[in-house]
């Protein structure tokens, strides 16, 4: 396997539009002669399948949700980055590009990153275009927030339903490619394989969710947008269905898996509250812009936060970093949350726990104005937790959130298989072992409507449509791969649930690859998941039959494919033997508990080549090269 990335050659600022004019075109009236297939439809899925429509492609979209509009992408709260400047505070591209790469402690691709920034602006104009009701100032202009690793306030927001606002705005632009019959959208179907042809990706296998019928798809090139795989962890802020079924299918059919093991933390979750939870609660970062985080300076100080006086409080954010404060990466104010309660000091009934206080921005600013900021955030957290966030400070403590990781792409989003294209969550290429608050949003839509619509046309002009249908054989034997497989999950009819196997798996990952990792306890996971793997095989029992809707089954074959995906992950925290943004390895940081690079070893992504199950897979590497930032410790004091 080799990894080409193919970033174009010259300065920084200019290899996007010099790449855009030496990319091959296709002229407007061929556009209809080639058909490419979208897995997903959230941001970067949704936006791509619109733009490409518009530009005269054919789409074929999937969904598994019964609405493109029930992507997880609605769940982003807090806000969109841009290096629009609007507060005049010292903003510009080349200052998002670099937070971006400070904020992935430097294991992201230059190019990449620059091209995110640069685009940003037009994201928001995209944007304002279609309506998405973006929070203004008095004047009329848009508002700005800050977000955790900036100094500057770049993120747009539509109070904290922005991944709501922006996801109708890209879900009206594909209706309208639907109701042209540009796009042909499929909800309900699940991909569970993907099928090559020569090497290439020419299609998918799906199941309708309702009517169990499995199902094969035939286009000249496929696009995952299939988001992340925070769950896992079983607990996470993912939605339920949230999953790595594509991409871990994807891997096993030769795409390269890259950097598996950077998987974020949130800081700001609802603290897990009992064993019956299935999942966690995500309070938006954007609180931290007004919220003071806290903990009691001493252990066992069990009275209501309203009764401890300022003397007896560790604002340790603001304590440990003085410059960003409260504002410090997601990665960092993780790590910090985690280490107070682990000294004894965390709140709340499990000690699990730290407070996120609002008082003295209401005192300074007014109820009313913290309430046109975050009031349906805050009407959120009452409802769930019974308490008034007005009058008593929140609870949060970190959780599985987003993943950096994913499958390996080059410049134009294309994976290690021809043909296979990856945005958005799902692939690796924008935010190195951290990513930055609010950029979620930016890169999502960054590929969907101002990336992959360029790229894979070059993709189809260098190949030009293959006229390869679904009669294949190639689609045949997946087709029956795929039967046989759903066949064996019905056929075990063992003793434990699904649900079961998933929270044990879960139960590993975050003792031993979570918030921190040592090699002891990785070594000690990849003889544990193996052994949970097997007994899944042999007694998980799957209600039902593959003739009707079937959440058992759905659930087991996502479930199946974690148990092969965690192993991997184990492998990669092992493997990379330094600590890196959210990748913290116990045995490298430094007397305060910073993180501590290996830069002469490591300054490098890590990109997976599957052997086979059980098998240890093989590792790639693609050097990473600084030529304008220069390589320094990250620092936020």
């Known amino acids: 396997m080799k990894l080409e990335s193919k970033i174009p050659s010259g300065p920084l600022a200019e290899k996007w539009d010099k790449h855009r004019f030496d990319m091959k075109l296709i002229n407007p009236a061929n556009k209809r002669k080639f058909t490419a297939i979208i897995v997903g439809t959230g941001l970067a899925g949704g936006a791509a399948a619109a733009s490409m429509a518009e530009l005269g492609y054919n789409v074929l979209a999937f969904c598994y949700q019964d609405s493109a509009r029930r992507a997880h992408s609605i769940a982003a709260q807090g806000g969109i980055n841009a290096a629009k400047n609007y507060q005049n505070d010292g903003d510009s591209i080349w200052r998002l590009f670099y937070d971006t790469v400070k904020g992935g402690d430097f294991r992201s691709r230059e190019a990449n990153v620059y091209r995110l920034a640069q685009v940003s602006n037009e994201i928001i104009d995209q944007c304002v ?3 998405v009701p973006f929070a203004r100032e008095y004047g009329g202009t848009l508002a700005n927030r800050s977000f955790g690793g900036a100094q500057v306030s770049r993120t747009f927001y539509a109070r904290g339903q922005t991944g709501q606002q922006l996801l109708l705005g890209a879900y009206q632009a594909l209706s309208r490619q639907v109701a042209a019959g540009k796009v042909k959208l499929f909800t309900r179907h699940e991909m569970l394989d993907l099928v090559l042809v020569d090497g290439h990706a020419k299609g998918i296998v799906t199941r309708d969710m309702v009517t169990g019928n499995i199902e094969s798809f035939a286009a000249d090139a496929v696009i995952l947008a299939t988001g992340g795989y925070g769950n896992v962890f079983f607990l996470s802020t993912n939605a339920k269905g949230c999953n790595v079924t594509a991409n871990y299918r994807a891997y096993r059919r030769g795409a390269a898996f890259a950097n598996p093991c ?3 933390i949130h800081p700001t979750c609802i603290p897990v509250s009992g064993d019956y939870q299935s999942k966690l609660t995500l309070m938006s970062e954007s609180l931290r812009n007004d919220g003071r985080i806290w903990v009691p300076k001493s252990k066992d100080d069990n009275r209501h936060p309203n009764d401890i006086p300022e003397e007896d409080r560790d604002y340790y954010l603001e304590r440990k970093y003085p410059s960003f404060g409260n504002l410090a990466p ?22 699990r726990g730290v407070y996120l206080d609002f008082s003295d921005a209401i005192n300074r600013l007014g109820k009313q104005t913290i309430e046109d900021r975050y009031g349906n955030l805050f009407q959120m957290y009452e409802r769930i937790t019974g308490d008034d966030p007005y009058t008593v400070p929140m609870r949060i403590y970190p959780a599985s959130h987003y993943t950096m990781g994913g499958l390996w792409v080059d410049y134009n989003l294309m994976s290690t298989i021809p043909g296979l294209h990856v945005i958005g969550e799902a692939n690796f290429s924008d935010h190195g072992a951290n990513r930055l608050g609010a950029s979620a949003l930016m890169q999502g839509l960054a590929d969907g409507y101002f990336v992959i619509p360029y790229t894979i046309g070059d993709y189809f002009a260098r190949t030009g449509p293959s006229g390869i249908t679904t009669d294949h054989p190639e689609f045949k034997k997946v087709h029956e791969e795929v039967h046989g497989r759903i066949e064996k999950l019905l056929s075990i009819n063992g003793k434990r649930t699904v ?12 003792e031993y690859c979570g918030m921190s990792r040592n090699e002891a306890g990785l070594k000690k996971a990849l003889e544990l998941i193996p052994r949970i793997r097997e007994e899944f095989w042999e007694d998980v029992k799957v209600m039902g039959d593959n003739e009707a809707m079937n959440q058992s089954l759905e659930k087991a074959g996502r479930v199946a494919d974690f148990l092969e995906f965690g192993e991997l992950m184990c492998w990669d925290a092992l493997e990379r033997d330094e600590s890196c943004g959210a ?4 045995e490298h940081q430094t007397e305060e508990g910073e993180a501590v690079r290996n830069d002469k070893d490591y300054c490098h992504v890590a990109a997976w080549e599957f052997t086979g199950v059980g098998e240890k ?9 600084f030529e304008n930032v220069e390589l320094a410790t990250r620092s936020y004091k």
């Not at 910090?336 to 499990?350: F, I, L, N, P, Q």
């Open 262 to 264: 950077y998987t974020q």
């Open 617 to 625: 897979p093989k590792r790639h590497v693609e050097e990473l090269e």
């Open 583 to 586: 990748h913290f390895r116990e």
């Open 330 to 351: 997601r990665d960092i104010s993780s790590r910090s949350a985690k280490e107070v309660c682990d000294e004894g000091r965390g709140v709340g009934e499990t000690g």
């Open 129 to 131: 275009a279609q309506g």
């Open 499 to 510: 649900d079961t196997f998933h929270r044990e798996l879960g139960n590993v990952m975050w």
